[in-house]
């Protein structure tokens, strides 16, 4: 068997074993300066981290903002930051849900936080790679959580990561020019 079969096959069997999108979950459509993207949120393994989520997006809190850093190979953040690098008032953190077994996989989404478990507000972050040292595995290291998952867009992603980034106003990685979050709205269910 070639390399190229045996590695179409292999995506394949990968790209089968996914989570397909319970049609119980809710799906928000995120058009950013580089294409849209639909992300399937589950409600099932995250409700404190997607009623949050949900409350910015409803208030329209994310229309405008950025992704304000990205690093290739790793992830992309952001729902935090207006394109002059001012950071957004946020509602209170939430309830740090990582041991929900979700994996901080690629083409996730996971809420962004401090050094402080229970200190997520409205940042987060799609992960360009399976990032297992991210997940929650016991107190001493609780993880980030997994709420969600790309699941149509992944090439506006990968598009977003291979950007050029520079330093600005004491944040590395951001990108020269800006990558904004246009809108993110509930997909309308059918």
Not at 94 to 120: F, P, Q, V, Y
Not at 169 to 187: A, F, L, M, N, W
């Amino acid at each position: 068997m070639s390399r190229k079969i045996f590695a179409a096959l292999l995506f394949a069997t990968l790209f089968s074993t996914t989570r397909a999108a319970d049609s119980d979950n809710p799906v928000v459509i995120m058009e950013t300066s580089h294409g849209a993207l639909a992300i399937e949120l589950w409600s099932d393994r995250s409700p404190v981290t997607i009623e949050n989520f949900l409350r910015y997006v409803d208030n329209g809190l994310y229309d405008g903002l950025i992704f304000h850093r990205v690093i290739p190979g790793f992830m992309i953040q952001g729902g935090g930051f207006d394109t002059d690098m001012v950071e957004m008032s946020s509602y209170p953190p939430i309830e740090n849900e990582a041991d929900n077994e979700a994996s901080n996989a690629r083409g996730t989404l996971a809420m962004a936080r401090t050094n402080e478990i229970d200190s997520a507000t409205s940042q987060f972050f799609i992960n360009l790679t399976d990032n297992e040292f991210l997940n929650h595995s016991g107190p001493s290291q609780f993880g980030y959580a997994v709420f969600g998952q790309v699941i149509e867009g992944m090439e506006v992603v990968d598009e977003i990561a291979s950007v050029p980034t520079t330093s600005r106003r004491g944040h590395q990685d951001v990108p020269v020019e800006p990558v904004v979050i246009e809108s993110v709205t509930r997909k309308a269910t059918e």
